[in-house]
């Protein structure tokens, strides 16, 4: 394991870099929607009962800049459940409340390889969850939330939701009353996880609360904004609130990079290049640091459980936009300014 005390002391240095003008980022958002809409690939969810009723047709895209610009296509205002994507915010919420080395230690930060609900994973290591992104290190991250009861600890992450989406989020009661009858598979990982010594309080009321956050409801445009709130070193880019500090972005920031799609993660940040986090439900959330975050929302799901056209809008975004955090070109350079003096020949 690296060992961060060996650079911890050493001043950060923040490198961004910013996008085209506002009408050039609309025309780009509203191209890409176009460009997608008409794609029939994926199945919807439906081990979710509620969630195979969607709409499969449905479709929107959101761009905000941590300047606050706010650009919205398609179905961008339609609402939906968070589900998986409420992962990432709570965990930066359990950053800022307990610290980077004490969450990272019952958390942990490795991606697994292996699925989102898996129980194995948790057995082949010990009882740790390994990652925040997987259900088992969502569930014991939840527990990490402040509060005496479960009804304070739901509070405190709706509050700290609604915060980084800049407006009120509330409770879709159908969807939960529907992941609830069917979340079992929760439940065992939660009492695994309290047998191990990884969950302090009932493992079935932080189930509960992590069923409730799963549940509220969003939009592809809520989506972008708490994005780009981690995008904008902790402040949301509408209504000029600080939600968390910036070193709480960089460190989630870093965990969804590497696990935010599950077993697929690599895949995206080869070909895309961004933090990203997806959920059952069809959305997807991307993060361009310094300059924004995309969002997408489309109920067709690869095998993953991942919204395939959001996949693919925000994969044009990231190569339109420029997006891609590995991406670079050579600098240029004045000739006169980089070329060494010759050295001066010796006379024989």
Known sequence: ?????????????????????????????????????????????????????????????????????????????HPFSIQSISKMFVYALAIQEHGHERVREIVGVNNTGLAFNSVMAVELNDGHPMNPMVNAGAIATT??????????????????????????????????????????????????????????????????????????????????????????GGVNPVTG??????????????VVASTGLYERSGDWLFEIGLPAKSGVAGGIVAVAP???????????LDEAGNSIRSQMAIGYLSRVLGLNLFASAPARREASATAPSPAPQEQS
């Open 1 to 77: 394991m690296l060992d961060p005390a060996a650079w911890r002391d050493v001043p950060q240095e923040v490198s961004t870099g910013s996008l085209p003008g506002w009408d050039r980022v609309e025309e780009i958002v509203r191209n890409a929607h176009s460009r997608y809409r008409g794609e029939r690939g994926g199945t919807v969810a439906d081990y979710i009962p509620v969630l195979a009723e969607v709409d499969p047709e449905l479709f929107g895209l959101a761009v905000i800049e941590v300047g606050g610009g706010l650009h919205d296509a398609g179905d961008a205002l």
């Open 143 to 232: 527990a990490l939330m402040p509060g005496a009861t479960a009804v304070e600890q739901w509070e405190r992450v709706r509050e700290g939701l609604s915060a980084f989406a800049g407006r009120p989020l509330s409770l879709d009661g159908v969807v939960y009353a529907s992941e609830a009858q069917t979340n079992d598979r929760n439940r065992a990982l939660g009492r695994l996880l309290r047998s191990y010594g990884r969950l302090s309080g009932d493992p079935d009321e932080v189930v509960d609360v992590y069923t409730r956050q799963c549940a509220l409801s969003v939009t592809a445009h809520d989506l972008a904004v708490m994005g780009a709130t981690l995008a904008d």
């Open 241 to 254: 609130e600080r939600v968390v500090s910036e070193e709480v972005c960089r460190d989630t920031l870093a």
């Open 290 to 300: 310094g300059k924004g975050a995309v969002a997408g929302f489309s109920p067709r």
